[in-house]
């Protein structure tokens, strides 16, 4: 796999309010690709002193791909969920104990709604490389950049994440420390270069695990992906510790979160595992 610099320039502004007072023509639509079950506990770290009162519970939630669409420069994913492999194996198609297992009805994956949808696209952008998140690039277009955050492709493990990256020969790499240093959030990076797509650096679940900001004429969307798996961890200030690389910088990443929710107000957030509301 060839590694290359994503290229982008850093924004002009400093803060947030400078960037929601220029939104722009982009429009953004979730789909789901498949679901998963996961445990209550884990979804909301179990240790927490928050979370005495807690119920053991297992939950069915779906597993999401996000096109977002700009009036100017075309159409673009983020994440794109599972392929179609799932439909016919919750494995889809990998072996192991240590594999994931996913429920997809047929039609749900994600070249199916992106031809339905006549999608013409020019990018894909991936918030880290679980299987869940990133499976889907086994069936869509190899012709297209592929964007991660730098210092991701060192978690991918195809015998437990999946052969999905099979069939491409290079990855683009966002490397954040050229990025805007943006409060209370920190290290963002400006996509698109005219600042109505951004990606966050929120650490935790991978080390450079990233959300990504919609700045859109329709209103300012957080896509938290795996930085806040449900609505529940924003409502109970708990982060997840199931599938996480560091619990505790899952947790200072979620504060900066709410932090960030409570100096804007107006920013409606997408859990990686819900539909926004």
């Known amino acids: 796999m060839i590694l290359r610099d994503y290229h982008y320039k850093k924004n002009k502004a400093d803060n947030w309010m400078e960037v929601f007072q220029n939104p722009h023509p982009v429009q953004i639509r979730s789909f789901k690709t498949g679901t998963v079950t996961i445990n209550r506990w884990g979804t909301l770290n179990p240790e927490h002193p928050q979370a005495k009162n807690l119920q053991e519970e297992e939950l069915e939630v779906p597993i999401l791909a996000h096109w977002v669409h700009h009036e100017e420069k075309g159409d673009f994913l983020i994440d794109t969920g599972l392929d179609a492999s799932y439909s016919q194996d919750p494995k889809g198609r990998m072996e192991g104990t240590a594999v994931d297992e996913f429920q997809q009805n047929k039609g749900e994956n994600i070249s199916q709604f992106v031809k339905k949808n006549h999608i013409d696209l020019k ?3 991936l918030s880290h490389l679980h299987a869940d998140h990133a499976a889907g690039v086994r069936e869509l277009p190899k012709n297209i950049p592929y964007v991660i955050p730098k210092g991701e492709y060192a978690e991918y493990h195809p015998e437990i994440h999946g052969n999905f990256l099979e069939g491409l020969e290079e990855l683009y790499e966002i490397d954040f420390l050229k990025s805007n240093r943006m409060p209370p959030l920190g290290l963002s990076a400006d996509l698109l270069g005219d600042g109505s ?15 990504f ?18 609505n529940e961890n924003l409502k109970l200030g708990i982060a997840p ?23 804007y107000p107006q920013l409606k957030v997408s859990p990686g595992h819900e539909f926004l509301k």
């Open 197 to 211: 797509l951004w990606a966050i650096h929120t650490p935790g679940h991978t080390p450079w695990h990233v959300s």
């Open 123 to 125: 990018k894909v952008f």
């Open 241 to 263: 510790s199931d599938y996480t690389w560091d619990v505790e910088k899952a947790q200072e990443t979620l504060d900066k979160i709410i932090e960030f929710l409570r100096i």
């Open 213 to 230: 900001l919609v700045n859109s004429m329709e209103g300012h969307i957080l896509l938290a992906m795996d930085a806040v798996f449900v």
